[in-house]
């Protein structure tokens, strides 16, 4: 098996896949106006063949983790059958999603069965009213009675994403230690970072994850060891929580340095940074099974020009105009 390995060393043992832009919130730092359609004729999201066949030829380069993302990826209706196919590639052990949770409650247990072994949940606020003005959906509740769900289901723990905003919830950590204190979460805050359309909202709520990650150590949380194929947080525990701290903190020098993922966006292009260009498209690739070899010599060859870092401490943030694009 060839593991995918870019001009730098750095091994690739996990795909992002987003399969929608769409999305039924409007997170202020995200979507603040809601989904629009980016008017581009003709422009369907990958079918579930497609999703079918570039993960084979993911999973034959060495993937041996799937993230479902988008958009909100739980609005398709073949959800369920897209965790099946992905699951049929025993290379790829661990298939999660990140969601807003909406659907949670409803539906966890089904994508349960169908093979799904993670969720993440984006909750910025556990506060009611506050989360509504975040999202612009009055569904706190909702999302919350789907955590209880998902460790229902069987799921052992639960990701929540935070992202972490002065003057809205940076000043809240103790809210979060204490929800996260009997409770299986491994609670993750992310810095807001700078899209093309959300510079005045980063200049203005952009903080540190250093504030947290120095009250933490000054508590008695210690840092954990990371594996192979895990995200990029830094993940710190404590003797007397259930819960875990995440920090996701893509400012902070050396963050690209361990960088283990690639993406595919919901249209099929290979982004090799969240913050990159245009992207390679693979959908000319992904028509028949008998193509596969061709793609991943696609795939393989547009690594050498992944670059070594992100350029957004000089204010590029890439053709990312904001994260629902190629999902976050
Ligand atoms: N709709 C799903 C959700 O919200 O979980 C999945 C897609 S969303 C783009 C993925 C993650 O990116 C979410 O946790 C969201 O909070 C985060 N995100 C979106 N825009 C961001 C930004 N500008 N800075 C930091 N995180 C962002
Ligand atoms: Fe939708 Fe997720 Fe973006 Fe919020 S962060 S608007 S839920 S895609």
Known sequence: MTQLTDAFARKFYYLRLSITDVCNFRCSYCLPDGY??????????????????????????????VRLTGGEPSLRRDFSDIIAAIRENPEIRQLAVTTNGYRL????????????????????????????????????????????????????????????????NHHQLDTFLHWI??????????????????????????????????????????????????GPAQVFCHPD?????????????????????????SVG???????????????DLLVQDDQQEALEARISHALNHKKQTHFLLDGNTGITQNLSFIGG
């Open 181 to 230: 204190k009997d409770r299986p979460i491994q609670l993750r805050f992310i810095e807001l970072m700078e899209t093309g359309e959300g510079r005045s909202l980063f200049q203005k709520h952009h903080v540190s994850g250093k504030v947290v990650r120095d009250i933490l150590l000054s508590r008695g949380w210690v840092h954990q060891l990371r594996k192979r194929s895990d």
């Open 241 to 265: 929580y259930q819960g875990e701290i995440g920090l996701i903190m893509p400012y902070e020098k050396d963050f690209c340095s361990s960088c283990n993922r690639l993406r595919v966006s």
């Open 36 to 65: 629009k359609p980016h008017g581009v004729a003709n422009k369907s999201f990958l079918s579930l063949d497609e999703i079918r066949r570039v993960t084979r030829a993911f999973a034959s380069m060495g993937t041996e983790k």
């Open 269 to 283: 292009n290979l982004h090799l940074c969240l913050f990159g260009e245009q992207g390679v498209a693979l959908r």
């Open 105 to 168: 409650a409803r539906d966890v247990k089904t994508w349960r069965e169908a093979g799904l072994t993670g969720i993440n949940v984006s909750i910025d606020s556990l506060d009611a009213r506050q989360f509504h003005a975040i999202t612009g959906q009055d569904k706190f509740h909702q999302v919350m009675a789907g955590i209880d769900a998902t460790l229902a289901a069987g799921f052992e723990r639960v990701k929540v994403n935070t992202v972490l905003m002065r003057d809205v």
